[in-house]
């Protein structure tokens, strides 16, 4: 304790020669003191909860929680249990996945424990046994009716988004969770939209933490970094692989995610045109952000979703003065801009940032599923594309129903957006000013 406080208290210099001046034997008790190298999200939350669910990316470091979680219970460290555990479930996705992840990985159970605390693994009876007593003993998901029967005070589930017979699984589990004064378990995975995960979400009982791949950028190859997380940061498989993001499609919705990530291009060929979109605010809590979104024409005749700049800002002057930016910025050829709420007025705040903005004045005569319907029809037909990631765009492009979005916002940046490709390629191509009866 005294190590740990006095490296604690150090930092810099004066760490490095603390460090360097300890023994072999001090250096593996100090890498084994979980709480001196984790961070917030690994480190198990306060409260009498019974649940622990560990979302994070890949390689976010929740292997290595569940693994010192276990470590921490078995032992009845502080912190981690009033008392040692004496029966604790380890449940993977495969049987293979529990010997190579959780007991045998490199941030498994047997790494994670100093040599004198290290359990003894008996492969034959898939178990591990401390000298305390504990025993951890191992399951598949494939396999729920091997929990019947079994029971325990702690438990924990590895990858539960994966697990192919998940709420099986895990009911049966529950069940068997009944030694002690306060049975535990943690759930580590990378979140998919699966029933099991968006059931614990959705328990207030349930304590979530949640980290990013880049959260746990020291431990991790620089070349992955660079190659992967650099590749596929802000597209909806890496918002999920490597944010720990849950991603979600309405069954009513217009656009899904997987097609909208079909439709993704590193870059912009050619433009014939650009056209820079806006829907500005009406005003009140649920409508005070302007859509801002630039689309180019390309020489191909598709259209390429540039940018997305939507902004909240009540003040015209504010929302004006960064379109005529946006517009100034990509050189493009128009401003669109809805018109229902105050055309005069828009129009004459886009006048005072530049009075020489060639402003396309569209007016909305339809619902914003109805304007909506052509340009999804185009995304369906892969004749628009998005250059890079726009994740709130395509937040609320997934989000977007028959009854609009589900948290009852006004779905401004999906708006902007409409009006954009609208002009571009359903009027006429775009040329000229005109008033769409849209």
């Given at each position: 304790m005294r190590l740990r406080t006095a490296l604690l208290a150090c930092?810099?210099?004066?760490?490095?020669?603390?460090?360097?001046?300890?023994?072999?034997?001090?250096?593996?008790?100090?890498?084994?003191?979980?709480?001196?190298?984790?961070?917030?999200?690994?480190?198990?939350?306060?409260?009498?909860?019974?649940?622990?669910?560990?979302?994070?990316?890949?390689?976010?470091?929740?292997?290595?929680a569940g693994a010192e979680w276990v470590?921490?219970?078995?032992?009845?460290?502080?912190?981690?249990?009033?008392?040692?555990?004496?029966?604790?479930?380890?449940?993977?996705?495969?049987?293979?996945?529990?010997r190579e992840v959780m007991i045998d990985g490199v941030s498994g159970l047997l790494a994670v424990h100093r040599r004198w605390d290290r359990p003894t693994y008996e492969p034959s009876r898939r178990r591990l046994v401390w000298r305390n007593g504990a025993i951890a003993q191992g399951f598949s998901a494939e396999d729920p009716e091997a929990l019947r029967g079994p029971q325990f005070d702690a438990a924990w589930c590895d990858e539960i988004a994966k697990w192919r017979r998940a709420e099986e699984t895990w009911d049966m589990?529950?069940?068997?969770?009944?030694?002690?004064?306060?049975?535990?378990?943690?759930?580590?995975?990378?979140?998919?939209?699966?029933?099991?995960?968006?059931?614990?979400?959705?328990?207030?009982?349930?304590?979530?933490?949640?980290?990013?791949?880049?959260?746990?950028?020291?431990n991790l190859a620089p070349g992955f970094l660079r190659a992967v997380v650099g590749t596929y940061a802000g597209t909806r498989?890496?918002?999920?692989?490597?944010?720990?993001?849950?991603?979600e499609d309405r069954d009513d919705g217009l656009w899904t995610r997987e097609a909208i990530n079909r439709g993704r291009v590193a870059a912009a060929p050619?433009?014939?045109?650009?056209?820079?979109?806006?829907?500005?605010?009406?005003?009140?809590?649920?409508?005070?952000?302007?859509?801002?979104?630039?689309?180019?024409l390309g020489a191909d005749g598709r259209g390429y979703v540039l940018e997305d700049a939507t902004?909240?800002?009540?003040?015209?002057?504010?929302?004006?003065?960064?379109?005529?930016?946006?517009?100034?910025?990509?050189?493009?050829?128009?401003?669109?801009?809805?018109?229902?709420?105050?055309?005069?007025?828009?129009?004459?705040?886009?006048?005072?940032a530049d009075p020489q903005v060639p402003v396309v004045a569209v007016r909305a005569t339809r619902g914003k599923w109805l304007r909506a319907e052509p340009v999804a029809a185009l995304y369906a037909q892969g004749r628009v594309l998005h250059?890079?990631?726009?994740?709130?765009?395509?937040?609320?492009?997934?989000?977007?129903?028959?009854?609009?979005?589900?948290?009852?916002?006004?779905?401004?940046?999906?708006?902007?957006l409409v009006w954009a490709v609208t002009h571009l390629m359903l009027s006429a191509r775009?040329?000229?000013?005109?008033?769409l009866g849209l």
């Open positions: 930092e810099g210099r004066t760490r490095d020669r603390l460090l360097a001046s300890l023994s072999p034997n001090e250096i593996e008790f100090l890498d084994g003191d979980w709480p001196v190298w984790s961070r917030e999200d690994q480190q198990p939350p306060p409260g009498d909860w019974t649940t622990w669910l560990v979302l994070g990316g890949r390689g976010a470091g929740k292997t290595r470590r921490g219970v078995a032992l009845g460290a502080t912190g981690f249990a009033e008392r040692p555990a004496g029966r604790i479930a380890l449940v993977a996705e495969t049987y293979s996945d529990l589990l529950q069940f068997g969770l009944r030694l002690g004064r306060l049975p535990r378990q943690i759930a580590t995975t990378t979140p998919r939209a699966v029933p099991l995960l968006k059931r614990l979400l959705a328990d207030p009982a349930v304590a979530v933490t949640r980290a990013t791949t880049r959260a746990n950028a020291a498989l890496g918002r999920q692989e490597l944010d720990g993001e849950l991603l050619e433009l014939t045109r650009i056209v820079v979109a806006v829907d500005p605010p009406a005003g009140g809590k649920k409508s005070d952000a302007c859509g801002l979104v630039a689309v180019g902004l909240h800002a009540s003040r015209p002057e504010v929302w004006a003065a960064r379109a005529v930016a946006l517009w100034r910025r990509l050189e493009a050829d128009a401003l669109v801009a809805e018109v229902n709420q105050g055309g005069d007025m828009v129009r004459a705040v886009i006048a005072q250059v890079g990631a726009h994740a709130r765009l395509e937040d609320e492009m997934a989000a977007l129903g028959l009854d609009g979005l589900a948290d009852g916002r006004s779905p401004d940046r999906v708006d902007a775009g040329r000229g000013p005109r008033v």
